[in-house]
């Protein structure tokens, strides 16, 4: 089914109505197999219903209740806390420019990585893959303490530092730091984008490159003139799938509590600042309709024909 067919459907009631009889009642090969697509689809609604819009309706009544322990009363207070708070405002702005820096940081390289892969007959190539890729299954809360371990007051490479400048460990140990989060915040997002990007630089035209090259052109000009365009949809997803995991990375920042950013400020609103679940659920709700609003921008602009190739 086309974009614009389901628009059409969506803004028409008696169509999707008549869809969904003949969904359910099949007459023609063409409903047998919307049926399938239905029933293969009802497990994720299902799980959705319960995982998801379930919690989000009692988060939406939390955050309006005037009891902590229960949902009781109505009142807008936390919400307006939210609005007036300037604590909440620099949650958001530290939320969103440090999921911007990172997710840049981590494109760039992927970008390189990527480039290098594609580009060249590298030695041990999949043991290479294997080794860029492997954080992706990695835990953020392993990722944490993998830079306390290297930059932390006992970690290895803080007191390496400190044993030929002279330095104590104490003053040279940045883990728990904007660096050493921003550190394990990029040792989760490298591999995502690179893996999305090694699609887009496998789909490149050498011939043009080669065309390029042989009427003179640098290899940074054919790279920005020849190659960039050629897998910049590939970095548009990329840069969308990796902004959306930055949002959500939450064990990297609880270990490393260097920046006051949202999933963070959920945890210390239920927990070290006392049971606040009305702010902590309006947190939520902000936060999960933020990174669904920009899901569905992510995808129309995937979906836009200036993008691709």
Known sequence: MSGSTASADTRNPSGVVAKAQSAAFPETE???????????????????AVGAFVPLAIMARMSVSTERFENAGFTMEAWRTLLTEPVYWEVAWNTLWFAVA????????GVAISHALAKYDLPFENTLIALISFPIALPGIVVAFMIIVLFGRTGLLTNLVAFFTGQSPIDLAMAVSVFGLFLGYSFSLIPRSTMV???????????????????????????????????????VAALVLTFRTALAIFGTVLVLPALNVATLRISLEIQSLGFNSQIAAAIGLIYFFFILSFTFAGVKLLDNEALKI
Do not use: K
């Not at 919307?34 to 293969?40: D, E, K, L, Q, T």
């Not at 990172?102 to 390289?109: E, K």
């Not at 887009?200 to 290899?219: Q, V």
């Open 102 to 109: 990172t997710t840049v940081f981590s494109v760039v390289i």
């Open 197 to 235: 990007l090694r699609g887009a630089f496998a789909e490149i035209n050498e011939d043009a490159e080669e065309a390029a090259r042989s009427l003179g052109a640098s290899p940074l000009l054919t790279f920005y003139y020849v190659t960039l365009p050629q897998v910049w949809p590939g970095i």
């Open 30 to 48: 063409a409903d047998r197999e919307r049926r399938r697509i239905v029933i293969m689809c009802l497990p994720y609604f299902a799980l959705a």
